[in-house]
């Protein structure tokens, strides 16, 4: 489970699966909130931010 910010919402939490073509690569899951878009993966985490382009 992730460490969310002070003021982050997890809005959606699902497992989810990376795939390559046919090929599953990795299972985990995928955490959506307010701020960011979290993956963690058997333990380990990859942090996107999500940022509304700029104009």
Avoid: F, N
């Amino acid at each position: 489970m992730p460490i969310y910010e002070v003021g982050e919402h997890e809005i959606l939490r699902e497992e989810a699966e990376v795939v390559d073509g046919e090929t599953v690569v990795a299972q985990g899951t995928l955490y959506l909130t307010d701020r960011r878009i979290i993956y963690e993966r058997r333990g380990r985490r990859g942090l996107i931010r999500a940022v509304p382009p700029r104009r």
